[in-house]
């Protein structure tokens, strides 16, 4: 009987692409403009994204576009941020829906401006059925609040005698995500030459594929893509079945 192999190869094109968008400030101090100027380009950046993951074959794509630490930032960049995510869901929400791109949001909405969770949902409810992408965008996110969130709400199910604590398993666990109706990502990258998660994602990126580029956000084009999907189908995905 022929042995199962030790590896799973990587698919040809990951299904799910996470991204964390660095580099916006940087970006804009290079060239003597003020952040603002960054975080707009970087919003351009997202667009062609989107596109590139659609054209690609990718499925999911989960972009982290504000942390629940950007709260730190200065009021005024703060406020840019929230404006430039207004005017992306309003101009944008007509060509996502035409190209069957669904919308969907993770994190704390409790702390976001009224408009901004009306536009949110209204973006979620018109793009419910389309099945082309799924673009996910993390907002006022945090990994280790989702896990505390989801630990919570369990010990609460388990309090009520919905299930014994023994019974907990990871399907369970997951179940009270953020991400409980998305797939783990295959290969999640950071731009601007950081190398950390950052809060992002923490649970779901257990055996993600980690690829690292100098490239500051607002530069990202669809060749620097293709070249992480390229970095991420040479790895083998072992899962922890075999050493190094």
Known sequence: ????????????????VAIIMDGNGRWAKARGLPRIAGHRQGAEAVRAAVRSCADLGVSYLTI?????????????EVDDLMGL?????????AALERDGV??????????????ITRLITESESSTAGNGQLTLTIALNYGGRYEILDAVRRIAAAARR????PDDITEPIFEQYLQTTDVPDPDLLIRTSGEQRLSNFLLWQSAYTELVFTPTLWPDFKHHHLEEAIHEYQRRERRYGGTGG
């Open 64 to 76: 982290y576009a504000f942390s629940s630490e950007n709260w730190k930032r200065p009021p005024a």
């Open 85 to 93: 995510l207004r005017l992306y869901l309003r101009r944008e929400l």
């Open 1 to 16: 009987m022929a042995l199962a192999p030790s590896y799973e190869a990587p698919p040809a094109v990951p299904v799910h």
């Open 102 to 115: 669904r919308i969907r949001f993770i994190g704390d909405r409790s702390r976001l401006a009224p408009d």
């Open 161 to 164: 005698g919905e299930f014994e």
